[in-house]
């Protein structure tokens, strides 16, 4: 079992930043790579970002290429999601995910956090 804890969301105005994290505990000695989705009411929840577990692959939806990073610090068993430029339509529940290697679907979930981008 992976457990996942996100923090970092909250309200920020338009053209501003914030910096998510994404906390694993438990089953952290396996390889896995780790994806950011959010998801606003009424809609299904989509793919921000993800990364491979060395780092080497970063891959990005389209409407946040330029504007967000995705890092992470496997001594420290975290992710994070650098989030600049933000505008509204960024308003939703983020939450991250882990998929162990070999696997074609994400295996474990945080509760998510809120983001809220004024305008």
């Known amino acids: 079992q992976m457990h996942l804890v996100e923090s970092g969301g909250g309200l920020v105005q338009a053209g501003g930043s914030l910096r998510l994290s994404c906390a694993a505990s438990?089953?952290?000695?396996?390889?896995?790579?780790t994806g950011w989705f959010r998801q606003t009411p009424g809609k299904e929840r989509e793919f921000v970002a993800a990364?491979?577990?060395?780092?080497?692959?970063?891959y990005y939806v389209d409407y946040v290429k330029g504007r967000f990073t995705i890092s992470r610090d496997n001594a420290k068993n975290t992710v994070s999601l650098q989030m600049n430029s933000l505008k509204p339509e960024d308003t939703a529940i983020y939450y991250c995910?882990?998929?162990?290697?070999?696997?074609?679907?994400?295996?474990?979930w945080g509760q998510g956090t809120q983001v809220t981008v004024s305008s």
């Open positions: 438990g089953r952290t000695f396996s390889p896995y790579t």
């Open positions: 995910a882990t998929k162990l290697e070999g696997h074609t679907e994400y295996d474990y």
């Open positions: 990364i491979s577990w060395s780092g080497t692959f970063k």
